[in-house]
């Protein structure tokens, strides 16, 4: 028997970086992966940590106003680590305050100015209200996305970034321009929760099929009974905002 | 308007709305409207003054328990045991227990106080003392953050006139932040450090140390749990050690317990009679569904609330799986809090052997969705509430456990009254 094909899966930040049910991503990356035939080597980037040499799939999450504080200074220190894999074609999830911290600043209510690490060209003002509830987006890869939306922070696109999806329910990255998230190489950027994966499949065995042919140059995946999950679209579909 | 006439017009109310099966706040919600006043002039009078006990977990079993330790103590106390725990809540208490005069036969009020409408509630009525239990990662879609909630857990701190009690233990409330602001006079309750491994915090979720700075505050006055040992606890205060045999499952419970005591003796003070107190500590039970047993078909029936992942991952610790049949129930109303993302923040992996034979309510497919992630079998799934809990406890061999949100808990709970001894709460 041939030894199993190994993906190497980093969180980054989960330490200060974990509010929403972010576990519930990478969870759901490492399960599907096993699912499909692979191995995983989970792995986890904190403040202070060394950076790892060798990683195939990156996701990172939301934080509360003092987790960011934290992690902002050591973000900047690998920032340059990050935009070289993402040029190089490595999948990445990023939601809510990682999302944010991924653009070129974030403008607090006070006017103060957190530099973020650029790889995403967009730009995030502290907003007047909370933009909380359920959300529905469309995006042409991956259908109907599904999830929970909880931010005060209001992002703005440049021209040439290309958003995630559409807002079919829900306020987006800013309330205004019907846009959510980013889509840039294999980044995906979301203020989605709920957690995202997995009620949305589709997103994670997109990122699945990017890591695995980018090291292994193809993926056949299997098939994974995704019931509950389609249950679950159907009823959050319905539900209040 | 005049007093009398707001207690009988609000009495009117609440008569209508239990006649209509209404829920407890709406007769509260319409005093409040025609004389805002109401609450704080009817506490006014009372010899012991109000208590205010708030916290993310744990509100209604240990404010039950502190009014069963006051009631130990000869006093009448007032309390809103509704678990109706806003302004309005505790105006419909009121209103159920006040005379045709508007006035109150109690020497003191302990009232369960939401984070959020205490910080309203404590600028009309400081509080003469307070206990504050815990910030837990909850409603996160109401609070923005945890920070938050901890920041309105000092602002009742800072209204209390007498005294606070706190718990050392908790990362944000024994911080030193949270302390030194503080010029009331505080008293501390907590665990023994062997025992501190069993109230995992949100900040232990996915990491073994705690980022916030614990206070080095020393308190006046200290109540610690030293042991526990399956219903058998020891606790110490005052340089004295006390064993008690509990009816109470649970180590939250346990810790609650600890709190209720630590409060008990701040408000006695010099004349707190203590074997009353540990006598009556004995004998409480938990509040209605944090733990009550019922018994259906034979078989005792176990109702445990989880509203938030430390509080579901306390459950799944606390109560062994082992021969009991597992029912989980999720909604996703308002007082549930509507995003699912929590149920991702608790490890299901104890459940792996006994599996789990039902789920159900208006979320039960994310539930469900939740389970296959950590490999879990699952007999059923039914998201209507009743037809599920028919179904599950069809079966009279085993004793069974559910756990369940707060609207997930009141439904279950006005079904199984149909068919068992179901305590009324009004």
Redesign the interface.
Known sequence: MTEKKTITLLQIY???M???????NA??LQ?RLQWHGYHVNLIEY?KGDTFPADVDIIVGGGG???GQD?IQNDLLTIGDRLKQLAQDGVPMLVICGLYQLFGNFFKTQDGHTIKGIGLLDIETHAGPE?L???ITTHSTLFGDIIG?E?H?GQTFLSTETTPLGTVVKGAGNNGQDETEGVLHHYVIASYL???LL??NPAIADWLIEKAVTRKYGEFIPTVI?DR??V??R???LK??R | MSKPYVTLLGKTVRYIARLRGGGSALPGLFVEKIDPDFIRRTLADLTHGVVVISGTNGKTTTTKMVVELLESQGLRVFTNRTGSNFARGVAAALLGEVNHKGELAADIAVLELDEAHAVNFVKNVPPTHSLLLNVMRDQLDRFGEIDTTARMLHAIASATTGGVVLNRDDPRIGAAAFVQSLDVPLRSYGTHASLQRLFPSDDDLRSDDSALPKSAHLYADDTSLESLDGQTATISYGGKTTTVNLKLNGIYNTLNAVGAVALCRLIMGDNLQEAAMIEALQNVTPAFGRGETLTVGGQPLELVLVKNPSGFRLGLSSFSPDGYKTMIAINDNYADGRDMSWLWDVDFNSLQRSGVSTVSGVRAFDMALRLQYDEIEIAKVEPQLTTALRHFISDTNQPKRIFCTYTAMLALRRELAKITDVEHIS
């Open positions: 989960p330490r200060d974990n509010i929403y049910g972010d576990w519930g969870l759901v399960r904190n509360q106003d003092s934290i909370r909380a509830g359920n929970y909880n005060s929760h709920g957690s997995p009620k009974d509950f999950a249950e679950a159907d009823v959050a539900r209040p």
